[in-house]
């Protein structure tokens, strides 16, 4: 997919479900970048982005109008105490992957979690001790580019095709750490 073109960023429609998938699929059968074993029926993940769309934002990249990427935010932890926090997703299509798509979801991503009222991003991400053919350091390098720092690593977390891979938690501060926030509030789209 040529990326030199203008790409849009746009709140995700029920129409780019099977896209989001499709490129969701990709990276659990041909990579350890998500520790899931089978990819979801497109039902299932369409579930999964409903659920969180139904109080976060999900913006997807749309080139030549095809689907070439998407970034979302959900619940952090279940405890009201978390509610300032996210964890952040974002996957790009494999042939727009270091071409500006994922700077710009994750702008987008940003910009729409700040006017909720969250404070903080949390990423997490597998990591390899040695980039291999199903896992590099790319999304690591991608996140401390975005701003994101490591704050914490668990080692040989998870076992994928035979191999055990390290898992890091990335932290991007996006608002203040005033006492007695208000509560965030659900994303409306514009």
């Known amino acids: 997919m040529d990326s030199g073109s203008k790409t849009e960023i746009r709140a995700v429609r029920e129409s780019d479900l099977r896209g989001l998938n499709r490129i969701y699929a990709y990276y659990v059968k041909n990579t350890a970048v998500t520790f899931e074993d089978?990819?979801?029926?497109?039902?299932?993940?369409?579930?999964?982005?409903?659920?969180?769309?139904?109080?976060?934002?999900?913006?997807?990249?749309?080139?030549?109008?095809?689907?070439?990427?998407?970034?979302?935010?959900?619940?952090?932890?279940?405890?009201?105490?978390?509610?300032?926090?996210?964890?952040?997703?974002?996957?790009?299509?494999?042939?727009?992957?270091?071409?500006?798509?994922?700077?710009?979801?994750?702008?987008?991503?940003?910009?729409?979690?700040r006017s909720q009222g969250i404070v903080n991003m949390y990423a997490c991400i597998a990591c390899p001790k040695r980039e291999d053919e199903y896992l590099t350091f790319g999304s690591v390098e991608f996140h401390k580019k975005t701003g994101f720092r490591t704050v914490g690593k668990f080692e040989n977390c998870g076992n994928k095709f035979g191999r055990w891979y390290d898992m890091v938690w990335m932290e991007k501060v996006i608002g203040s750490h005033i006492k007695n926030p208000p509560r965030p509030v659900p994303f409306k789209a514009i």
């Open 38 to 113: 089978e990819a979801p029926s497109d039902e299932e993940f369409s579930e999964r982005i409903r659920k969180v769309t139904a109080f976060y934002p999900c913006f997807v990249a749309v080139l030549h109008g095809e689907v070439a990427g998407y970034a979302y935010a959900g619940k952090f932890k279940d405890r009201s105490a978390y509610d300032w926090a996210v964890e952040t997703t974002i996957y790009v299509a494999p042939g727009c992957v270091a071409r500006g798509t994922g700077r710009k979801l994750y702008a987008a991503l940003e910009r729409a979690l």
